[in-house]
């Protein structure tokens, strides 16, 4: 069987020939489709059980009687301690609520002045009141000429 050829491939089907471009196509015969209508769903009946008001306050009152065993269940977690009785003693009067105990945070601020400043601390105020300085004298120099202008004649 080391002689045999391996099988052929099936043959393709027929084609069209092709036709040149721009020849008219043959007219073709029209599609008939079936109309889809859409429908809309039928209306719930008139006597609706939701309808009835009774329905929802029974409902209310259920979820409010829930709500409350709820809260007593979860909510009353105090520790209460109470005396052991001793045989022939009379009933302890009083019961023991523990609390726990609570956590106060107490900051302090201190404010550091130092007395006596650094070199270059000196050096940057010295250069602060010379630009001072030399603000106050351009400003002196901008109003007198503001002035002079004003009184100038106009041309």
């Not at 209306?43 to 259920?62: F, H, K, Q, S």
């Not at 005396?83 to 107490?106: D, H, L």
């Not at 009141?129 to 202008?149: F, G, S, Y």
């Amino acid at each position: 069987m080391s002689g045999a050829e391996p099988p052929r491939p099936p043959a393709p089907p027929p084609t069209q020939p092709t036709r040149p471009l721009g020849a008219p196509a043959a007219p073709r015969a029209p599609v008939t489709e079936e109309r889809l209508v859409e429908r809309l769903p039928e209306p719930p009946p008139e006597d609706r059980w939701w309808g009835n008001p009774w329905a929802a306050i029974v409902a209310g009152v259920l979820g409010v009687l829930a709500g409350v065993l709820i809260g007593v269940a979860v909510g009353n977690k105090t520790k209460t301690v109470t005396e052991a009785q001793r045989a022939g003693a009379p009933a302890p009067a009083r019961t023991v609520t523990q609390k726990q105990p609570t956590v106060e945070v107490r900051t302090q601020t201190v404010i550091a002045t130092s007395s006596t400043p650094s070199p270059a601390s000196a050096e940057n105020e010295a250069r602060g009141r010379e630009a001072e300085q030399t603000l106050r004298t351009v400003e002196k120099e901008n109003r007198e000429l503001k002035r002079q202008l004003e009184e100038r004649p106009a041309p």
